[in-house]
Each structure stands twice: as structure tokens, then as C-alpha cells.
């Protein structure tokens, strides 16, 4: 049902940023978590950054106190905001919605790469 637009990625040399954003093709409400997960080559896709409706965000160890999330409901969009990159952050991105009902829905985006040069 939700279907998810990620942009903003491409080549960085390390210590650089990025900015990835996320457009969600229907509006982002209170009870939807956003996410935000990287899959390197060869390896399962794991969590980067979450963000629930209520503003609360979760960080793997790997992304605390150098990438941010943040979203703007009123642009159906969620923003994930990757300084001092790192050669190791060079994965494909992909972007997570959650939608809380009765069960739980679930949505992902293409995917976005990002390459970390060093």
C-alpha cells in the first residue's frame, strides 16, 4: 500500500556527509515508525535508525553520535542525516515504514546506495 521513494545517495570521501531522504507516496502519521537499514554485500540487512510518531529514535552502535534522523510529516518525508562518514558506512540504504494496526504492515523502499571512499 505505502510505497517508499529513497534519494540523496551517492559518493562521499570519509569524514563528509550525506543526507538520504525517504518520500512516503501517502501521509505519515502519528502511529508510523520509520526507519532506516543498510545491507552491506554478503550480509543480512540491519537497522541503521528508527524514529517513532511520538519522536522517539533508536540507533545501532555503529550510527550513534554520527547520523541523525528526523522526519517532516507535513512532506510525507524522513530524513536520515550521515556525518563523518566512514569507508565502512558503504552499504545500499533502505528506507522502513511500519504501520501499527491490529497487526503490524510493513513497507521498504528500492534501496539507495552509498559508497564511502577513503
Known amino acids: 500500500q505505502v510505497q517508499l521513494v529513497e534519494s540523496g545517495g551517492g559518493s562521499a570521501q570519509a569524514g563528509e556527509s550525506l543526507r538520504l531522504s525517504c518520500l512516503a507516496s501517502e501521509s505519515i502519521f502519528s502511529l508510523h515508525t520509520m526507519a532506516w537499514y543498510r545491507q552491506f554485500p554478503g550480509k543480512r540487512r540491519e537497522l541503521v535508525a528508527a524514529?517513532?510518531?511520538?519522536?522517539?529514535?533508536n540507533y545501532a552502535a555503529s550510527a550513534k553520535g554520527r547520523f541523525t534522523i528526523f522526519r517532516d510529516n507535513a512532506k510525507n518525508t524522513v530524513y536520515l542525516q550521515m556525518n563523518s562518514l566512514k569507508p565502512e558506512d558503504t552499504a545500499v540504504y533502505y528506507c522502513?515504514?511500519?504501520?501499527?494496526?491490529?497487526?503490524?504492515?510493513?513497507?521498504w523502499g528500492q534501496g539507495i546506495q552509498v559508497t564511502v571512499s577513503s
Open positions: 522502513n515504514c511500519k504501520v501499527f494496526k491490529v497487526t503490524v504492515d510493513e513497507y
Open positions: 524514529i517513532t510518531g511520538g519522536g522517539m529514535t
